[in-house]
Nanobody, 123 residues
Framework: VQLQACGGGLVQAGGSLRPSCAAS????????MGWFRQAPGKEREFVAA????????YYSDSVKGRFTISRDNAKNTVTLQMNSLKPEDTAVYYC?????????????????WGQGTLVTVSS
């Protein structure tokens, strides 16, 4: 599967962004989907994951209550609604697909990665 992320941008603290990720292929609904982010000089970190059906989600503590992950299997897309953004949310955001059934937070669980979209939050 190929992943293409878009929808990043520049926003002031407290604002919102809604990056999305489009996937190719007819087996999108068989993948757990995740979002990760990587700030300059830091390791890539887990943000959120969603199950095949969309019925289960999992968030990192740093974004819980502010971010919402969702998917549309008919359109092969996964979206990350980001509200109440903070400067520390500034990073390149990557979507990823996992063949595993687990809502995993480790990067090694994910088999396919998009190219990333930059989110910058100004103070």
């Amino acid at each position: 599967v190929q992943l293409q992320a878009c929808g990043g941008g520049l926003v002031q603290a407290g604002g919102s962004l809604r990056p999305s990720c489009a996937a190719s292929g007819r087996t999108f609904s068989r993948y757990v989907m995740g979002w990760f982010r990587q700030a300059p000089g830091k390791e890539r970190e887990f943000v959120a994951a969603i199950s095949w059906s969309g019925g289960s989600t999992y968030y990192s503590d740093s974004v819980k209550g502010r971010f919402t992950i969702s998917r549309d299997n008919a359109k092969n897309t996964v979206t990350l609604q980001m509200n109440s953004l903070k400067p520390e949310d500034t990073a390149v955001y990557y979507c990823a697909a996992s063949k595993s059934a687990n809502l995993a937070r480790g990067t090694t669980w994910y088999d396919y990665w998009g190219q990333g979209t930059l989110v910058t939050v100004s103070s």
